[in-house]
């Protein structure tokens, strides 16, 4: 499979501050990857590393197999960006403005409505003034231009800011539908939760380094962090199948039974608590969520999350 983006020991440097340090990855087509980070770790230096905006102090960007910053047309038309911040002309329409970014991407102008559409925005608020629409119209704009052309690679910086919770779901559905044709997505995003059952990889950097690169699963085996296991016996149960064994099961107020078990034992646990169906009336199993994950790497390069 093709890798969209290569970065290989990418390193940009400001006087004595390094903004990103010896950074390297991949991402291949079709890939929906969540960059992860907080404030100031580097993820925007990296975003304007591959589009070209500045220049590596050391090591290698390739997109599409190119140099981003050799400026090479056919390159950029391919690539789609939305900003942290979206500004926009105010004085202009909603039409106005997608436009002139589909001429300047040399993309039909038909295009446009069928933009509009995908990105909830109504016929009516298209010929309305930029200066009249809320935060979350102005983020669903910049939404549709980062989407013209169909692009292969899509970064998106806080994408979801603005947007209300219904918003938000078919936000992800649309950029999922490009995830399925083939397009790269590169998602920075503190929203971690929004990115739990949507990001197939996730990167996390601090301090301008790489620290962490796996799916969501390979992460949790790496950082050893426990699962919770939570069950209710049944008053009619005849036998007590979880009495045995090394965990230790500690019960809550409301009468369930709860312990933390190590991901290797997890099947093992599950196996021993389910032999006996009767024995139990509901059961919830609690994996680390990406919140969880993300603070323990942070934790183990000596931040605070």
């Not at 910049?142 to 936000?171: I, K, M, V, W």
């Not at 990167?203 to 969501?216: E, P, Q, R, Y």
């Not at 500690?250 to 608590?273: G, M, P, T, Y």
Request: charged share 25%; with cysteine; hydrophobic share 40%.
């Amino acid at each position: 499979m093709t890798s969209t983006i290569a970065l290989n020991n990418v390193s940009k440097r400001y006087a004595d501050v390094a903004a990103i340090d010896g950074v390297s990855f991949a991402l291949k087509e079709g890939e929906l990857v969540a960059l992860v980070g907080h404030n100031g770790a580097g993820k925007t230096t990296l975003i304007k590393a591959i589009l070209g905006l500045l220049r590596p102090t050391d090591g290698t960007v390739r997109v599409l197999g190119e140099d981003p910053v050799s400026g090479n047309l056919s390159v950029r038309r391919q690539v789609g960006y939305l900003p942290e911040s979206v500004s926009f002309h105010l004085a202009l329409t909603g039409r106005e403005i997608l436009s002139f970014y589909a001429r300047l991407k040399r993309v039909p102008l038909d295009q446009c409505q069928k933009l509009f559409d995908q990105v909830g925005l109504a016929k009516s608020a298209a010929d309305r003034p930029v200066r009249t629409y809320s935060k979350g119209m102005r983020q669903r704009l910049g939404l549709a231009q980062a989407l013209l052309g169909d692009p292969r690679l899509l970064l998106l910086d806080e994408p979801t800011s603005g947007l209300d919770p219904a918003l938000r779901r078919s936000f992800y559905d649309l950029i999922l539908e490009f995830k399925q044709r083939g397009t790269t997505v590169l998602l920075s995003s503190h929203a971690l939760s929004e990115l739990e059952e949507r990001a197939e990889r996730v990167v996390i950097v601090n301090g301008g380094h790489k620290i962490a690169d796996g799916s969501l699963d390979e992460l949790r085996q790496i950082a050893c962090l426990p699962t919770h296991i939570r069950f209710k016996p049944s008053s009619s149960a005849t036998t007590n199948p979880w009495s045995n064994g090394p965990v230790k099961w500690f019960e809550r107020k409301d009468r369930f039974l709860e312990a933390e078990v190590h991901h290797r034992d997890k099947i093992a646990v599950l196996s021993a608590v389910t032999s006996d169906p009767a024995a139990l009336t509901s059961m919830t199993i609690i994996e680390p969520t990406l919140d969880d994950v993300y603070a323990h790497f942070l934790r183990t390069q000596g931040q605070r999350p």
